[in-house]
C-alpha cells in the first residue's frame, strides 16, 4: 500500500486539513483542502513554504497575492477569507470551488469552449476595470478552474499587477512560456492586452488538444502560434478571433478583454452550414439501353464563416451489387462553400423500359444531418438497328449520286467538244478516271489517282459531318463556272499537253467529291441506325457499288434512254441488293435480341 502523506495541522488556526491538492516545487507552494471549523465549510489554504533568501520570490508572490484578493469580490475569482503564519511558512485562506483546473485536459465541445472564454473574458472584465487595473500576467490552463456547470474561475494572483507600471528586472522571467506576451517577455510596460494573450493561448491548447507543458509545439520560429482547427468542428470567424488573441504585434490584438467579449458574442463558433442544393429530385429518361445519362447538382453554403467539407454515396439498395458502379459521382468529396457535381447514370447494366428508384446523400460536415437526394431512371428501349433510317440514308444517296454521273460524263463530253486536235483527244480520253497512263508518263497517271483520292476523302469528311451536301457541290459548280479560266491558261501556254492534263485531272476527279459525300452519310447514317461500326461500313461498301451501278446504268447522257436490258439488270442489282441489306439488318437485331435475353438475370432489377 502507498504510505499516507502527512498533512500539516492548522486546528489552531481553526482549519482542519483534509487531504493535499497540489505542490509547486519551483515556488515553494503546496495547497491543501481544508474545513474551516468554525464556519463548517471547505476552504482551500496555499502555504508558501521554505522561505529563506533563495526562494524569496515566494514571499513577494504571497504578499503580492494577498493585496491583490482582499480588494476584489467576483463569483469568478475564490474570496480571500485569511492569512497566517505557521511553522510551515506563510498561509493564504480561500474559498473553495469544487473545480478542476484546465490542464488536466479535458475534452470540451466547441460552444463549451466559447461558455469557457466568456466566462473567463468577465472575469478578465472585472479585473481590467478596477482603478487601476489588475493584470492578473499568468493566465493559463493550471490557473483557470472549471466545474461540471462550465462555471470558470481563476485563481493564483502572485504575479498580479496594479497598473501598468514597467516591471522590475527581476520580474522579467516572471509568468510561464507560451502564455505571456512576447511584452511581457520582454519586460516592456504592460497593458491589458497581455492576459489577452494568456486567454488565447489557453484556449488553443483546449482547441487543438494540446498540453499546457507542450504549447511551445504550436509557436514557430518567429514566435507566432502556428496551429490548425478541426474544420468540421470550427469555424473559421473562430478561428480568425483566436488568432487575434494571440498576434505577437501588441496594436493588432484585442486592446481589452471587453472588445474580445464583443467580438466573440456574434460568433458562431461550431455553426453548421447551411447548404442548398440546385435539386432535391434527379428524374433520368433514357431514350436507348446503354445510353450514359448525366445531370449536375450545385452546392451552396449560405453561411460563409463555416468551410463546407460534403461527400456523396450513393445508399445502397437491396438489388444492386455489393459494389454499384452504374451509378457515378463525379468528386465524391469536396472542400469548399460553392461545387458542383455530374451524376452519371450507365444504363447499360439495367433492364430494358423500367423504372428504377435509388437514393444518393450528401453528407455535410461531421455529425450533421446528411442530404438526401431522390433518383429516378427510367431505362430507354432495346437499341435495335433501324430498317426506315437504312432506306431512308439510300434514297437521299440517290441524288448526289446522279449528280456525280452527270458531272463525269459532262467532263468527258465537254473536253471532246472543245479540243479538235488528235493528240489532246488521247489525251483526254486516257487522263479520265477509267486509267492510270497518260502517254508514255507514268507521273501524271498516278497524279490523277492521288487527287482523286483526296477529293474522295474530303468527301467522306463532309458526309460525315453534314446531312446535306451543299458544302461539297459548291467545288464541282465551282469549278465548272470557271472553265473558261482554266482554257484561258491553256491557250496562253507553251506546254500545252501538260496544261490539258492537268485541267483534265482536276475536272474529272472532283466529282470523287461527291462520291465521297455519298460514302460518308451512308456510313453515318447506317450506323446511326443501330449497327456496329463494322457492320455498318459493309453494308455502306454493299450500297455504294449498288448505287453507283444503277446511277450509272440509268444516266441518259452516258447510255441514253434505258434499254430493256438495262432496265432487267438494273432491277437485280437492286432487288439484290434490297435482299442483302434486309438479310443483314434482321441478323444483327436476332443477334442483339439473343444478347440481351442471356444477359436479362445479370442486370440490375429495378
Known sequence: MTAMIPVP??????????????????????????????????????????????????????EQEIKVLKNLSHSGIPLYLDSFKSEFGFCLVQEYKAAQNLSQFSQYSPEQIKT??????????????????????????????????????????????????????????????????????????????????????????????????????????????????????????????????????????FASANLAKEALVNINVNVSPDVVLSQNFLDFQGKVLGEILSQTIKVKNLVSTTLLHGEWQVIPHLNDPPEQDWIHISSPSFHGNFHSCNVEVDTSQLLANKVYHRQISLTINNGLEPKIIEVTIKSGKLDLPKINDIVASLFASLIPLFFFSLYSQYNLIFFKASLQDNTVNDLMRISSYYSINIGNSKLLGCLNLMVAFVWFLLGIRTGLKHKFYWQGLIIPIVIILSSQGYFCLFLFSQNKHFIMALIAIVFITSGYLILGQVAGFLFKETKQSGLLKKTALKLTLIELFSLNFLVFKLNPIANGFPTPSNIFWTLVVTALMISIIIKTYQHYRHKIQNKYKKSILDRIQG
Request: net charge negative; with cysteine; proline share 3%.
Open 9 to 62: 495541522d492548522f486546528s489552531e488556526k481553526g482549519y482542519q486539513v483534509i487531504e493535499e491538492l497540489g505542490y509547486n516545487y519551483q515556488g515553494g507552494r503546496i495547497t491543501y483542502k481544508a474545513i474551516d471549523i468554525k464556519e463548517k465549510r471547505p476552504v482551500v489554504i496555499k502555504c508558501f513554504q521554505f522561505i529563506d533568501e533563495e526562494n524569496w520570490s515566494g514571499y513577494q508572490q504571497h
Open 116 to 253: 469557457v472564454a466568456l466566462n473567463l473574458l468577465d472575469i478578465l472584465i472585472y479585473l481590467q476595470t478596477q482603478i487601476p487595473p489588475i493584470i492578473h500576467r499568468d493566465v493559463k490552463p493550471e490557473n483557470i478552474l472549471v466545474d461540471e456547470a462550465l462555471n470558470v474561475y481563476l485563481i493564483d494572483f502572485g504575479l498580479a499587477r496594479i497598473g501598468g507600471n514597467d516591471l522590475a528586472l527581476s520580474s522579467v522571467a516572471a509568468g510561464t512560456f507560451g502564455f505571456m506576451a512576447p511584452e511581457q517577455i520582454y519586460n516592456k510596460k504592460l497593458t491589458t492586452a497581455a492576459d489577452i494573450y494568456g486567454l488565447g493561448s489557453t484556449l488553443i491548447c483546449l482547441a487543438t488538444h494540446t498540453k499546457s507543458t507542450d504549447v511551445e509545439q504550436l509557436i514557430d520560429e518567429t514566435g507566432r502560434f502556428d496551429f490548425e482547427l478541426d474544420y468540421h468542428l470550427y469555424s473559421r470567424a473562430f478561428y480568425q478571433w483566436l488568432k487575434k488573441l494571440v498576434n505577437p504585434k501588441l496594436t493588432e490584438r
